[in-house]
T-cell receptor
Framework: ETGVTQTPRHLVMGMTNKKSLKCEQH?????MYWYKQSAKKPLELMFV???????ENNSVPSRFSPECPNSSHLFLHLHTLQPEDSALYLC????????????FGPGTRLTVT | QKEVEQNSGPLSVPEGAIASLNCTYS??????FFWYRQYSGKSPELIMS????GDKEDGRFTAQLNKASQYVSLLIRDSQPSDSATYLC????????????FGTGTRLKVLA
């Protein structure tokens, strides 16, 4: 595997379900990010981790819970989501936080029914 | 005021022409600027970064930065139909946060 990978690529879940999104980066980077991309909106930064420490939490509802067990892996735990949470969720990594190029994974297309 | 602004397009150019994409930003202290290409249904792909005033060239792509006027642009020479995509401008403000601020993107259509 190379670059940034994400699983699953597609996810349909009910409002009462609990699921997790997984991201893995094979670039040796120290920073990882979660973004949400909705139609006709700019990418919204959700969380930023630097060396497994969360350094930015961009006013995200508590039904989204991130986890970064090491600098290569990032999870987004989902529970009791709303239909408006349906979007493309993108993981990215960069060498360090602040000012470095970000590399994105393929994304998880989430549909909440 | 939007922090990063781009014309949503579509910008239509004939094959072989130069496509010019523009982006303005509001944080005067911003230091890092990035251009991404996003095909429909795919994730953003980094084209290039620019950190200093002036031009930076990479193949058919040239990024231009003017910090005094707070704009950054991307020129695509010899445009190809495969360049048809949405181009996202991103800025890392120098405001003590770790945020990367993205514009809504400009949709480019290269006509064969």
């Amino acid at each position: 595997e190379t670059g940034v990978t994400q699983t699953p690529r597609h996810l349909v879940m009910g409002m009462t379900n609990k699921k997790s999104l997984k991201c893995e980066q094979h670039l040796g980077h120290n920073a990882m990010y979660w973004y949400k991309q909705s139609a006709k909106k700019p990418l919204e930064l959700m969380f930023v981790y630097s060396l497994e420490e969360r350094v930015e939490n961009n006013s995200v509802p508590s039904r989204f819970s991130p986890e970064c067990p090491n600098s290569s892996h990032l999870f987004l735990h989902l529970h009791t989501l709303q239909p408006e949470d349906s979007a493309l969720y993108l993981c990215a990594s960069s060498q360090e936080v602040r000012g470095y190029e970000q590399y994105f994974g393929p994304g998880t297309r989430l549909t909440v029914t | 005021q939007k922090e990063v602004e781009q014309n949503s397009g579509p910008l239509s150019v004939p094959e072989g022409a130069i496509a010019s994409l523009n982006c303005t930003y509001s944080d005067r202290g911003s230091q890092s600027f990035f251009w991404y290409r996003q095909y429909s249904g795919k994730s953003p792909e980094l084209i290039m970064s620019i950190y200093s005033n002036g031009d930076k060239e990479d193949g058919r792509f040239t990024a231009q930065l003017n910090k005094a006027s707070q704009y950054v642009s991307l020129l695509i020479r010899d445009s190809q139909p495969s360049d048809s995509a949405t181009y996202l401008c991103a800025v890392n403000p120098d405001s003590g946060t770790y945020k990367y601020i993205f514009g809504t993107g400009t949709r480019l259509k290269v006509l064969a």
